[in-house]
């Protein structure tokens, strides 16, 4: 009998190009995904070094960082520049480098331009059993497929290009497994918000996560992204989620899958990925669903999540001291007091979108909540920005745009937007945001923004009522 | 890469924890298409606060860095690495580094050093009036006062480090493995075909 493996040890053993003593391994990486912030200079590397792209053909590049959300093209049809000169800069840098090397590119007016991570999956690109890498730490969401998909730097970029591998050492495996199934009107993103609030920000550093249990196997594969997506949040670089029926019939037809002889050869192999019965994680972590609220966060760290029902916490309430003085940083910085009321705040800013939450399903399920009512008058601010041009595409079909504009949101351009601060998009100081995004940092959203994380559904419910809020009051 | 056997001179006793890449570089300043430059935006929330340890005369020069468990946690951006290097910091040690972060400092010849927490509070201590060392060849850190801690790395980033090789070149030197690889995935898994550029 052969070794019980872990899913991920099997996409690992597969894909070692050489193993060295010292338990380090050259890994061989399938698929690589290519934006405009990371990787001007490893392309600048390359050029130095007068080194070629190893394999272009499993490159992709996209802009979506730093372009802006509002219109790119005007009424004839021409290309509106955009006018911060350093954005520009490099959005030509990748607009230069990607044919200079061969690479294949998606344009920031093309139709299927969208955010690194949404598109990997949409197009088929990301593959189950595959290694995908990506200068983004969220890359971690390409997990949700079933591929060993995670985060690296720009060095590590012009490695990649060059060489079509990586250096690494094989990380611990960690099993998270979610007993029981979400009650109604909780969504992905609740869970994986507690998820991280359970673990910590370190819980999973030096590990590769499998995410195990019922919650999962029924969730759809856009529930799965969120969750797999905000790994890195809990820190581990990677979170994987074994591949099975809901993930070929995502997959079957999709641009860049396999076709005819060869799908049926993918789906056989793909069936013998999924952890053994009988292999060994290094960590196991067992979760409640039945625990899981409609979650918030309150604090600047990913881990300082509450149910929206609950209460900001006291710093005196943590157990070790730094702790305690982050978190009075944390309320001084949010502008909040321990012990008020989550549904007592007031929010200024929603932003429904980001690779976390900024699919079709994430778009229905604000749109439901929006469905005939308005923004409160107190929301100044409120857009929505879809994941891809294909997902706004699908969404205008739908006629859930309407629903937006109507309630007062401003649909927008797909792109990274107010997830991070480095576009136009962002939230003004000292105020607050009921964001979709994925990190709360200090500043993440513009300097002094104040960013609380949630679901659609959850942001949706605080754009009509112009506070945290229970969503489940509004469509129980 | 420049070799990298010892770094000597006084450290800045930051000790935060958790700090993530958004605090070390904000993204206002990943705009940028060169790897130069970044000093000046490093750490530009902390410093825009008086009485900040990082604009203290005390520490101006100084070439190592004290920081708390779980440093460089966040996003996965290099320019934090970068930002780094170009304030003339040459090694950091804290408890524990995220897994992205310790790897874009080795492939900058930044040190991550990983030393425990009681270890930590001595450096501290002994950075507010002290020099301290760092040794990549007995892999330790020592102060005047004959402390002397010793670390762990992976010996073959300790090698690179030591050596300055680049990384890249030394995988090329293995493509026959490369192409092998390449080949027996093409025969069996025909799927796996790449995508039409
Ligand atoms: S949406 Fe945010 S987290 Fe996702 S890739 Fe863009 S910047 Fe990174």
Known sequence: ???????????????????RDDGTALIYIDRHLVHEVTSPQAFEGLRKAGRKVRRPDLTLAVPDHNLPTTARIDADGNKIPIADPQSAAQLEALEANAPAFGIKYIGASDKEQGIVHVIGPEQAF??????????????????????????????????????????????????????????????PKDLILHIIGVIGTA????????????????????????????????????????????????????PMAPKGADWDAAVAYWKTLPTDDDARFDKSVTIQASDVAPTVTWGTSPEDVVAVTGHVPAPESFADASKQDAARKSLDYMGLTSGQ???????????????????????????????????????KWAIVVPGSGLVKAQAEAEGLDKIFTDSGFEWREPGCSACLGMNPDKVPPGERCASTSNRNFVGRQGPGARTHLMSPAMAAAAAVTGKLTDVRELIG | MKPVRKVEGRAIPFGQKNVDTDVIIAAEWLKTISREGLGKGAFESIRAQEGNVFDDPEYAGASVLIAGDNFGCGSSREHAAWALDDMGIKAIIAPSFSDIFSSNAFKNGLLAIPLPQEAIDRLMEVAKTDPITIDMESMSVTTPFQDRFTFEMDPFRQQCLMDGLDEIDLTMAKSDAIEAHENRVDSAQSWHKPIAA
């Open chain 1, 203 to 254: 819980g999973g550093t030096g590990h590769v996560i499998e995410y195990r249990g019922e919650v999962f196997e029924q969730m759809s594969i856009e529930g799965r992204l969120t969750v797999s997506n905000m790994s890195i949040e809990g820190g581990a670089r990677a979170g994987l989620i074994a591949p099975d029926e809901k993930t070929f019939a995502y997959l079957k037809g999709r």
């Open chain 1, 341 to 379: 009321a989550l549904g007592d705040v007031a929010v200024e800013n929603i932003f429904i979108g980001s690779c976390t939450n900024s699919r079709i399903e994430d778009l229905r399920a604000a749109a439901q909540v929006l469905d005939g009512r308005k923004k409160a008058a107190g929301v």
């Open chain 1, 126 to 187: 990301t593959l189950p059993g595959t290694t995908l890498v990506c200068g983004d730490s969220h890359t971690a969401a390409h997990g949700a497929l079933g591929a060993l998909a995670f985060g690296i730097g720009t060095s590590e970029v012009e490695h990649v290009l060059a060489t079509q591998t990586l250096q690494l050492s094989r990380s611990k495996s960690m099993e998270i497994r979610v007993e029981g199934l979400l009650g109604p009107g909780i969504s």
């Open chain 1, 1 to 19: 009998m052969t070794e019980a493996k872990t899913l991920y040890e099997k996409i690992w053993d597969a894909h070692v190009v050489d193993q």
